[in-house]
């Protein structure tokens, strides 16, 4: 074979060095295309704040105490009553009635009743006043097809009728006629009459009822109080009050009126009922309602948590734990807190701040205190008397 020219060589050779530097720049594209990237996704890890397992109740005392709490019936005005509302069906002033051959005049009234308003109808009265008539016939009056009323009515003359509620129904037709003269064919029977009015009395219960629960650390219950705060009373009826159907008051209230719970076990655990009625002819208008529940609180010298901590939320500390004092009872002097960690290393926590109700409290956390895994924290107190705290979480 013959010798192979130079400038073979010299395009063998760079097409190595292209075909070279392409593998090095594996990234780009021929033909001048624009460049492609390669994104990474990212392994940050969203880490979230621990949790705090706290028992319930979250009271520390050196002492049974007496805990209590406000639970709002109602803020705003309500009433309570049992009155007699009166209505009349009925009610025309001088009307003419006639019934002869050659002419009849009758009077006819439709009037509607709801099924709320028959079932409260108490009692229903006829009442008419008779100002002229030739009594040539009786005057007839009927309430949906059934004669209730028919007489000989005299000049002056009044008549009352009263009438069985069982007469009425959801649409009701009332009528006022005469008889006819019959053989006076020179004039028909004529009733001037000067008032009718067919009326009635309603009997119409108002009454209230709240709803309020109880929870399981808050019973037994040893004491429940109702507040009733009156802006006006009507009437010299009694007010009923009863929770969970039994009567805990029965009588004519003051003002402001406390009744409390003799019986302890009427409260339970869960839903519970207050229910307010009232006497008849008594009308109560009641500013506000509360009740405050009471129970007993066991002496619990330590209360334990648990924080359980990832590696992730561990690499982030230090951190600070914060919790509410919600109640203080008795002359607690302070209150101490330490932290275990997974190994059983126990260690002093500093509780930062004056110590009073409804303030939220701060602890320092640092890392070297606790470990991956699950860390106990324990509050116990010193005096006498105690606190409950609350709404505890560990920020990061």
Do not use: C
């Not at 008594?282 to 405050?292: H, M, V």
């Not at 648990?306 to 009872?329: A, D, N």
């Not at 924290?377 to 005096?383: D, E, L, N």
């Amino acid at each position: 074979m013959g010798e192979v020219p130079s400038f073979t060589k010299v395009f063998i050779v760079g097409l190595l060095l292209f075909f070279g530097f392409y593998m090095l720049l594996g990234d780009t594209e021929f033909f001048g295309t624009e460049p492609s990237y390669r994104f990474v996704p990212s392994t940050r890890e969203n880490i979230t704040e621990p949790t705090i397992t706290a028992p319930k109740g979250n009271f520390v005392g050196t002492k049974e105490v007496e805990d209590f709490r406000h639970i709002s019936l109602r803020t705003k005005p309500f009433k309570v009553s049992y009155i007699t509302e009166k209505k009349s069906f009925v009610e025309t002033e001088n009307l003419m009635i006639e019934n002869g051959i050659f002419k009849t005049i009758d009077y006819k009234r439709i009037f509607s009743l709801t099924e709320d308003e028959l079932s409260k109808l108490s009692s229903v009265i006829l009442i008419g006043e008779i100002d002229d008539t030739n009594l040539y016939g009786n005057l007839v009056i009927g309430l949906n097809g059934e004669e209730i009323y028919s007489e000989a009515v005299k000049s002056g003359e009044t008549f009352e009728v009263p009438l069985n509620r069982s007469l009425f129904q959801p649409r009701n037709s009332f009528l006022v006629t005469a008889e006819s003269s019959g053989w006076r064919i020179w004039a028909p029977t004529v009733y001037v009459i000067k008032k009718l009015e067919l009326k009635s009395d309603f009997m119409g219960e108002v009454s209230q009822s709240f709803d309020f629960h109880v929870s399981e650390d808050e019973v037994p219950v040893t004491l429940g109080r109702i507040i009733l705060n009156f802006d006006e009373i009507k009437g010299d009826g009694n007010l009923i009050v009863r929770v969970n159907g039994e009567t805990i008051f029965n009588d004519t209230p003051k003002i402001i009126q406390w009744i409390e719970t003799e019986n302890v076990s009427v409260i339970t655990e869960g839903k519970n009922t207050v229910e307010m009625v009232s006497d008849k002819d008594t009308e109560f208008t009641i500013r506000d309602a509360e009740i405050i529940i009471f129970w007993e609180r066991e002496a619990s010298e330590e209360l334990e948590m648990t924080l359980e901590l990832t590696s992730s939320q561990h690499s982030k500390l230090p951190g600070e734990i914060r919790f509410k004092v919600e109640k203080i009872f008795g002359t607690p002097t302070s209150l101490v807190a330490t932290v275990e960690d997974p190994d059983g290393h126990k260690h002093s926590l500093v509780v930062q701040g004056i110590l009073e109700e409804d303030k939220t409290i701060k602890i320092n956390l640092p890392k070297d205190y606790t470990g991956v895994g699950r860390n106990r924290i324990v509050f116990s107190v010193t005096g006498s008397g105690g606190y409950t705290i609350t709404d505890f979480h560990v920020s990061l």
